[in-house]
Protein backbone atom coordinates (compact mmCIF):
# COMPACT_ATOMS: atom_id res chain seq x y z
CA UNK A 1 0.00 0.00 0.00
CA UNK A 2 1.00 3.07 -0.82
CA UNK A 3 1.17 6.66 1.16
CA UNK A 4 1.55 10.28 -0.94
CA UNK A 5 2.14 13.64 -0.20
CA UNK A 6 2.27 16.39 -3.04
CA UNK A 7 3.57 19.75 -1.33
CA UNK A 8 4.41 23.06 -2.07
CA UNK A 9 7.05 24.17 0.38
CA UNK A 10 7.50 27.73 0.90
CA UNK A 11 11.62 27.55 0.55
CA UNK A 12 13.76 26.96 -2.48
CA UNK A 13 14.60 23.47 -3.90
CA UNK A 14 18.04 24.16 -2.77
CA UNK A 15 17.05 24.37 1.09
CA UNK A 16 14.35 21.38 0.72
CA UNK A 17 17.27 19.45 -0.17
CA UNK A 18 19.46 20.60 2.40
CA UNK A 19 16.28 20.11 4.98
CA UNK A 20 15.43 16.33 3.84
CA UNK A 21 19.04 15.19 3.61
CA UNK A 22 19.02 17.13 7.50
CA UNK A 23 18.85 14.23 10.40
CA UNK A 24 17.73 17.39 12.48
CA UNK A 25 15.35 18.24 10.24
CA UNK A 26 14.03 14.00 10.32
CA UNK A 27 13.84 14.36 14.07
CA UNK A 28 12.01 17.61 14.13
CA UNK A 29 9.03 16.38 11.97
CA UNK A 30 8.57 13.67 13.31
CA UNK A 31 8.65 15.21 17.53
CA UNK A 32 6.64 14.48 19.21
CA UNK A 33 4.78 11.65 17.79
CA UNK A 34 7.42 9.64 17.35
CA UNK A 35 10.96 9.68 19.28
CA UNK A 36 14.03 9.02 17.12
CA UNK A 37 17.70 8.28 18.45
CA UNK A 38 20.42 6.98 16.38
CA UNK A 39 22.16 3.42 16.96
CA UNK A 40 25.74 4.28 15.65
CA UNK A 41 28.54 4.75 17.93
CA UNK A 42 29.09 8.35 16.49
CA UNK A 43 25.41 9.43 16.24
CA UNK A 44 23.52 11.03 13.91
CA UNK A 45 25.92 12.39 11.13
CA UNK A 46 25.17 16.36 10.22
CA UNK A 47 23.60 15.45 7.19
CA UNK A 48 22.20 12.06 5.82
CA UNK A 49 25.39 10.84 3.59
CA UNK A 50 24.25 7.27 1.42
CA UNK A 51 24.61 3.85 3.36
CA UNK A 52 23.07 2.03 6.26
CA UNK A 53 21.91 4.61 9.53
CA UNK A 54 20.23 2.43 12.92
CA UNK A 55 17.49 3.85 14.71
CA UNK A 56 15.83 3.60 17.69
CA UNK A 57 11.89 4.66 17.77
CA UNK A 58 9.99 5.48 20.82
CA UNK A 59 6.22 6.49 20.02
CA UNK A 60 5.72 9.93 22.69
CA UNK A 61 9.18 9.65 23.55
CA UNK A 62 8.51 6.53 25.66
CA UNK A 63 6.53 3.76 23.75
CA UNK A 64 8.99 1.58 22.04
CA UNK A 65 8.10 1.42 18.85
CA UNK A 66 11.55 -0.69 17.51
CA UNK A 67 14.74 -0.27 15.67
CA UNK A 68 15.06 -0.07 12.12
CA UNK A 69 17.94 0.62 9.51
CA UNK A 70 17.24 3.86 7.37
CA UNK A 71 18.95 2.56 3.91
CA UNK A 72 19.53 5.77 2.00
CA UNK A 73 20.60 6.75 -1.86
CA UNK A 74 20.28 9.82 -3.29
CA UNK A 75 19.05 10.04 -7.05
CA UNK A 76 18.42 12.86 -9.67
CA UNK A 77 15.59 12.71 -12.15
CA UNK A 78 13.48 15.24 -14.56
CA UNK A 79 16.99 16.62 -16.51
CA UNK A 80 18.49 16.75 -13.01
CA UNK A 81 16.12 19.49 -11.87
CA UNK A 82 14.36 16.45 -9.21
CA UNK A 83 16.41 15.23 -6.42
CA UNK A 84 15.40 12.37 -4.73
CA UNK A 85 16.29 10.96 -1.05
CA UNK A 86 15.25 7.49 -1.30
CA UNK A 87 15.48 4.96 1.80
CA UNK A 88 14.72 1.14 1.68
CA UNK A 89 15.25 0.29 4.56
CA UNK A 90 13.96 -2.47 7.26
CA UNK A 91 12.86 -2.78 10.40
CA UNK A 92 14.71 -4.72 13.01
CA UNK A 93 13.02 -5.18 16.16
CA UNK A 94 9.57 -4.37 17.65
CA UNK A 95 6.42 -3.27 15.80
CA UNK A 96 8.53 -1.88 12.81
CA UNK A 97 9.95 -5.45 12.52
CA UNK A 98 7.00 -6.33 11.32
CA UNK A 99 6.72 -4.34 8.08
CA UNK A 100 8.45 -6.30 5.55
CA UNK A 101 8.37 -3.71 2.36
CA UNK A 102 9.76 -0.23 2.62
CA UNK A 103 10.21 1.92 0.57
CA UNK A 104 10.06 5.67 0.67
CA UNK A 105 11.32 8.16 -1.66
CA UNK A 106 11.24 12.22 -0.89
CA UNK A 107 11.54 13.95 -4.14
CA UNK A 108 12.16 18.15 -4.55
CA UNK A 109 12.09 20.14 -7.65
CA UNK A 110 11.25 23.56 -8.37
CA UNK A 111 7.53 24.39 -8.33
CA UNK A 112 6.11 23.98 -11.62
CA UNK A 113 4.31 27.55 -11.36
CA UNK A 114 7.76 29.46 -11.38
CA UNK A 115 7.38 30.45 -8.06
CA UNK A 116 10.69 29.76 -6.64
CA UNK A 117 9.24 27.55 -4.05
CA UNK A 118 9.45 23.76 -3.79
CA UNK A 119 7.16 21.11 -4.90
CA UNK A 120 7.88 18.38 -2.84
CA UNK A 121 6.75 14.75 -3.34
CA UNK A 122 6.85 12.25 -0.87
CA UNK A 123 5.71 8.61 -1.69
CA UNK A 124 5.65 5.38 1.10
CA UNK A 125 5.01 1.69 -0.64
CA UNK A 126 4.71 -0.64 2.50
CA UNK A 127 3.88 -4.76 3.29
CA UNK A 128 3.14 -5.83 6.36
CA UNK A 129 1.43 -9.23 5.15
CA UNK A 130 -2.15 -9.39 6.75
CA UNK A 131 -1.40 -6.38 8.68
CA UNK A 132 -0.64 -3.82 5.81
CA UNK A 133 -4.07 -1.71 6.18
CA UNK A 134 -3.77 -1.56 9.67
CA UNK A 135 0.33 -0.21 8.96
CA UNK A 136 -0.84 1.70 6.15
CA UNK A 137 -3.35 3.51 8.76
CA UNK A 138 -1.04 4.70 11.31
CA UNK A 139 1.60 5.62 9.22
CA UNK A 140 -1.12 7.43 6.66
CA UNK A 141 -1.51 9.73 9.82
CA UNK A 142 1.82 10.05 10.80
CA UNK A 143 2.81 11.49 6.79
CA UNK A 144 -0.09 13.83 7.05
CA UNK A 145 1.31 15.03 10.70
CA UNK A 146 4.93 15.08 8.85
CA UNK A 147 3.68 16.53 5.83
CA UNK A 148 2.29 19.37 8.48
CA UNK A 149 5.73 20.08 9.80
CA UNK A 150 7.58 20.00 6.85
CA UNK A 151 5.30 23.03 5.60
CA UNK A 152 5.52 24.59 9.26
CA UNK A 153 9.65 24.75 9.07
CA UNK A 154 9.94 25.53 5.32
CA UNK A 155 9.71 29.32 5.26
CA UNK A 156 12.88 29.08 8.02
CA UNK A 157 14.97 27.22 5.65
CA UNK A 158 17.51 29.01 3.97
CA UNK A 159 20.10 28.28 1.72
CA UNK A 160 23.28 30.54 2.08
CA UNK A 161 25.77 29.75 -0.34
CA UNK A 162 29.05 30.38 0.77
CA UNK A 163 30.49 33.88 -0.55
CA UNK A 164 34.20 34.46 -1.08
CA UNK A 165 35.98 37.74 0.74
CA UNK A 166 36.61 39.49 -2.56
CA UNK A 167 32.82 39.07 -2.93
CA UNK A 168 31.55 40.03 0.39
CA UNK A 169 33.57 43.28 0.73
CA UNK A 170 32.13 44.63 -2.30
CA UNK A 171 28.77 44.20 -1.08
Known amino acids: MRVLLKLILDCDPDAAWRAIRSPAVFREVSSPLVEIE ?51 GAGLRGAVSGIKLWDHKMAVAPDPAGTGKTLYRDQLVIGAGLL ?22 APTWAYDPVRDEAEGDAA
Open 38 to 88: SLSVEGFPTVWEPGVHPVELRGGGVLPIGQQVIRLTFETAEQGSTRILHDS
Open 132 to 153: TPFAWYGLWAFWQWRGRRLQQL
